[in-house]
């Protein structure tokens, strides 16, 4: 049984086909990246894995549950942008991400103060913690970043969705935040979606790279057919299968 | 130097002010229109210390008093109901439905022209004068506030939703410290219709207050008075200016850590 299920999904807006006949199967702990060109349905397919929007047809589950009416904290995601609470400082973002699940919102006495050293841990982890009390607008951009991944890891989310979540970022601090996300991704195994337009970041960073494009156009009418998944990489070895094969089933050896 | 330049247009005011009332007093020492500059210092000296000789009360403190209720009491339901509405409207797609198209047409009408309205159906008491600085500033306060709701980005909504929150939540801990700084500086905004409305009531039916003193003494063409008064409203208004923009910046660090 795999972990993210999406089985014959499609999304059109008003007649305008988005997505046709969408199906994969996901494993746990498998970093999935989405890529393709731009108008080609990527981020509708990532806001349907988040539940922003119901698909027309077909449906996504996560670990066999019933499908999502709306996000949930099942679900973490990081924008491009607007992705952290500006009016909170780096601390309380972080806080927050345990403290909206409560009935008012916040946390108090002990359950605060246990809320308030694991934010610590996390922001030892991403390497804020001397920023801790300021503002967001006073962070960098990639410093914005690590802290959405952070306040999105808080949750103890099931999938993390990133939806280019490098785009706005310089090529120095892309890579860096590269390093960050694979080795947080190998320390928690947690199943990540990232959305890119960025090929040789795809594969850099997943084991699978998913391309979507429209295999049908009808020239008269562009919105007739949507796009959907047109090849499956296997992105493990450098995006080279089968090269250690041997290593991993000696058995197989001649001899 | 910046205090010379800020305090230029100022100085500037008060001499063509002090050469017009001279060459009017030249003319006839018994002008009434432009007090020279002492006659008005003696006359704000007298009315902020010396009592009624009747009553004994300070007639200014207690206008002072009177008008400054009003106008809080006014500007703070005022602020209350605006900032209710607009998270409402903001937040809810079917109040906003029903809600927005109502407010939009109930800013439009001009609130002195159902001043007598008010004093018909609410009588000529202090209720009338805060109804009427509430209905004045309340529309356009509230279709700002439900606008600025409508501006939170909705990546941010999405991200208070993943993380678990309610729509209660979203509305506490998201829109509400985020449209507060909106909702003092719309109240910045709306001090100066609010003192419009208040100075225009009390001067249509009161006996105590600010905007009645100064229409009760142009009877008596008594412009050292008036041009007092005048001077204490601005300097109130300007203060009260200030009160906010300063509690707004302790409030809300947020707002100026990305200036």
Redesign the interface.
Known sequence: MSFVTVSNVWQAYGGRSILERVSVSVEEGEFVSIVGASGCGKSTFLRLL?A?ERPTRGEIRIDGGAPAQ????E???V?Q?????????VRENLI??EG???????LRGARRRAAVERADAMLERIGLNHVAD?????LSGGMQQRLAIG??MT?K?RVLLLDEPFGALDPGTRVAMHEFLTELQRETRMTVFMVSHDLEEAFKLGDRVLVFDKPRRDPQDPGLFGATITYDFDARDGGIPFQNTLERYPTLAVG | MVVLLVALPFVLVLIAYGVASDMRLAVNPADKLLPAPATIAETAQRLFTQGDRRTGDIVLWKDTFASLTRLLGGVGIAAALSLSLGMIIGLLPIARAMLSGFVAVVSMVPPLAILPILFIMLGLGELSKVVLIVIGITPFMTRDLAQRVLDIPHEQMVKAQTLGASSLVIALRVALPQVLPRLISNIRLSLGSAWLFLIAAEAVASDVGLGYRIFLVRRYLAMDVILTYVIWITLLAFVLDWLLKTLSRRAFPWMEAGL
Do not use: I, K, W
């Open positions: 988040l922003d709306e996000p949930n904290p679900r973490g995601v924008f942008r607007y992705s952290v609470f500006p009016h909170l400082t927050a991400g909206f699940a409560t009935v008012l919102g916040r300021h503002y967001p607008a006073a306040q999105a949750a989310p």
